[in-house]
């Protein structure tokens, strides 16, 4: 299939999960806005990059997801936005009742917020282009729970609700919403903390990826970044025309225990 014409703004996609979307629906012929934070020559060589490497339109805009303004004013410097990817994302660990309130407030803004905010300002775009897909990124955590994750599980049952919320409003009009929910995901970050994993435990490898990192993930295998960037692109094409309002789960089988 191809996205060409259409314009993707994707959260948090300097790296990881957001990035291995952005490439691949720049690979559909998407033009893609890259986001983060930061505001490094780097960021905006990698949009670069993209661009020259799938002959797509690859911007790189800098906005703080934690900030309601700066998540709509993404959007609007995007110019376009036919395709939604809201992934960005933070995660702290701790009891609840030793919780940081800084780190709950932060977690909310970033994993669940941000998502409402650049979903507000997007919808009037899609609505006058006659086409919208927006993608949140949600979690195995979205459907179930883990101890000491209250912020991030409270946040991406959230995500699955507001999507839930948004694909109704727009039930009648060629616009869907959904969440995708990744099980453990082996990105760069988690790439990096196999090594210790390995010291903490005695354990070669392949047995700490399988008996520690995912002994919740049945299938023992990491999902992909290219197997996300793949499911939104499923969900961006006609294909999916009616599926809206629901999740997608890429975890190996977590969530069928």
């Known amino acids: 299939m191809t996205l060409k014409g259409k314009t993707a703004v994707v959260t948090g996609s300097n790296s990881g999960i957001g990035l291995g979307v952005?490439?691949?629906?720049?690979?559909?012929?998407?033009?893609?806005?890259?986001?983060?934070?930061?505001?490094?020559?780097e960021d905006h060589a990698l949009a670069a990059e993209i661009g020259r490497e799938f002959g797509v339109t690859a911007r790189y805009i800098k906005a703080d997801m934690s900030s309601a303004e700066e998540c709509r004013a993404l959007v609007t410097q995007a110019g376009q936005c036919d395709?939604?990817?809201?992934?960005a994302g933070i995660q702290h660990v701790a009891p609840v009742d030793e919780f940081p309130i800084d780190k709950w407030n932060a977690i909310i803004a970033i994993n669940l917020s941000s998502a409402f905010h650049t979903?507000?300002?997007a919808l009037p775009m899609m609505r006058k282009a006659g086409w919208g897909r927006i993608v949140n990124i949600a979690s195995a955590h979205g459907l179930t729970a883990s101890p000491y994750k209250s912020a991030y599980i409270a946040a991406k049952h959230g995500v699955v609700g507001l999507s839930k919320t948004i694909a109704l409003e727009?039930?009648?009009e060629p616009i869907t919403c959904n969440a995708i929910c990744p099980g453990y995901v082996l990105t760069p970050l988690v790439e990096a903390?196999?090594?210790?994993?390995?010291?903490?435990?005695n354990m070669d490898r392949d047995t700490v990826?399988?008996?520690?990192?995912?002994?919740r993930q049945p299938s023992k295998q990491f999902a992909?970044?290219?197997q996300l960037g793949g499911t939104t692109v499923f969900l961006c094409s006609e294909a999916a025309a009616q599926i809206t309002g629901t999740t997608i789960s890429v975890d190996g089988g977590w969530t069928a225990l």
């Open 22 to 41: 952005a490439r691949e629906l720049a690979r559909a012929g998407a033009d893609v806005v890259l986001n983060s934070f930061t505001d490094r020559d």
């Open 83 to 87: 395709i939604l990817v809201n992934n």
């Open 119 to 121: 979903s507000a300002a």
């Open 170 to 172: 727009t039930a009648e």
């Open 193 to 201: 903390q196999i090594p210790d994993q390995m010291k903490v435990h």
């Open 209 to 215: 990826i399988r008996e520690v990192m995912l002994t």
């Open 224 to 226: 992909t970044v290219e």
